[in-house]
């Protein structure tokens, strides 16, 4: 068992705390991602649990183990975790093969006993999990940057840690490399059962790859849930600005509903207290709260000339309003387009069969419920 638990944890460097009472539990044989803004603490938190870095207080478990805890700092190598860096970082003057073994125990660390291990099966199964049997003996040099990647991943699987750290191992790769390593990640991690943990720039990737996500600001950890519930429910509006596009409006609260200038819409209470289950923070009726809409939940019909849409009543729900379309960001499977209407700018994301042009006047709904968060000063 390899369940991945950290609790509390307190990092720092000098005088200032990093990371502030970080608690984070991945199940085993899951994949975590964390994404955050530059300097929030991600790789301190990942060099953390490898035992790279001392924590200040708090626990890191992993399986049975308590890795970390007061007076206890098990050394990096006694902890069973595999790393992955940025750059791939293979020994230049070992053959693939042998940059694999060197992770098995067999080798004791050795280029030596490495070049005795590298004829090994267990080198040539790994090796072709990620489709580089036949490369075995080249050299890192003769390989392509997602090639060396493959490797270090191999690398790192090969001595079977129970967690495997990935620091931003697809960052160097051109968009197509890193849309087919990450599958290869996704399903080697997957068939060898081995708990990891991806931090990441990228939150599409995050979304797309993960079984959780861990969005971290400043050094906390604001929400860990599941991809699903991390873009469908964001803890906070920062968050959901944070992995996705985003529109936010003010508004005021209606039992179930909002009314806002998109006028009234079903909605759902976001609660600042997110382990709250207690209706006693739901606001009062007419309280002001900060409403959030995806643009992808904008859907749009095109408006005959002298056509006004029919929202002009507050009161109605679901009904259209009108607004123009400004710009278009086309990116081939759909586009986002920014729609004016009076004082209010918005973003709608369309299938590219929907695209219309600039300067098209169109009729906008909101498709679903939209959530409410409190409104802040
Ligand atoms: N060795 C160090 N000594 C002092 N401060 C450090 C050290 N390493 C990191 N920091 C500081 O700790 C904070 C967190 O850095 P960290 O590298 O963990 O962030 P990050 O989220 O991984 O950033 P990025 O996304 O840019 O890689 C930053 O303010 C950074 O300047």
Not at 28 to 49: E, F, N, Q, Y
Not at 139 to 145: D, K, R, V
Not at 190 to 218: F, K, P, W
Request: net charge negative.
């Amino acid at each position: 068992m390899s369940r991945l638990e950290v609790r509390d944890l307190v990092v720092g460097y000098e005088a200032a705390d990093v990371l502030h009472s970080v608690s984070l539990d991945v199940p085993d044989g899951a994949l975590l991602a964390i994404v955050g803004p530059s300097g929030c603490g991600k790789t301190t938190l990942l060099r953390t649990i490898a035992g790279l870095v001392r924590a200040r207080a708090g626990e890191i478990r992993i399986g049975q183990r308590m890795v970390t805890t007061h007076g206890i700092h098990l050394a990096p190598e006694k902890r069973r975790i595999g790393w992955v860096p940025q750059d791939a970082a293979l020994f230049p003057h070992l053959t693939v093969a042998e940059n694999v073994a060197f992770g098995l125990p067999s080798a004791r660390g050795s280029a030596r006993s490495a070049r005795r291990a590298a004829r090994g099966a267990d080198v040539r199964r790994l090796l072709d999990l990620v489709g580089l049997g036949a490369l075995g003996d080249r050299l890192p040099a003769q390989l392509s940057g997602g090639q060396a990647q493959r490797v270090a991943l191999v690398r790192a699987l090969a001595s079977a840690p129970d967690v495997v750290l990935l620091d931003e191992p697809f960052g160097a790769l051109d968009p197509i490399l890193r849309a087919e390593l990450r599958t290869s990640v996704r399903e080697l991690l997957r068939e060898e059962g081995v708990t990891g943990i991806l931090v990441t720039h990228d939150q599409a990737e995050a979304l797309s790859i993960a079984d959780l996500v861990a969005v971290m600001r400043g050094g906390e950890v604001l929400q860990l849930d599941t991809p699903e519930q991390v873009y469908r429910r964001p803890a906070t509006p920062w968050v959901a600005g944070f992995v996705g596009d985003a529109v936010f409006l003010p508004g005021t609260w209606h039992g179930d509903e909002v009314a806002c200038t998109l006028g009234r819409l079903p909605a759902d209470w976001v609660s600042d207290d997110q382990t709250s289950t207690s209706l006693a923070d739901v606001p009062v009726d007419g309280a002001p709260v900060e409403v959030l809409v995806r643009p992808e939940e904008l859907t749009l019909s095109p408006l005959a000339d002298g056509e006004s849409g029919r929202r002009r009543e507050a009161g109605e729900s679901r009904d259209e309003f009108a607004a123009t379309v400004v710009d278009i960001s086309y990116t081939g499977h759909d586009a986002m387009l920014t729609l004016v209407a009076g004082e209010l700018r918005l973003r709608a994301r369309v299938t590219a069969a929907g695209l219309l042009p600039v300067g098209s006047r169109v009729g906008v709904r909101v498709a679903g419920r939209v959530l409410a968060y409190s409104a802040r000063a």
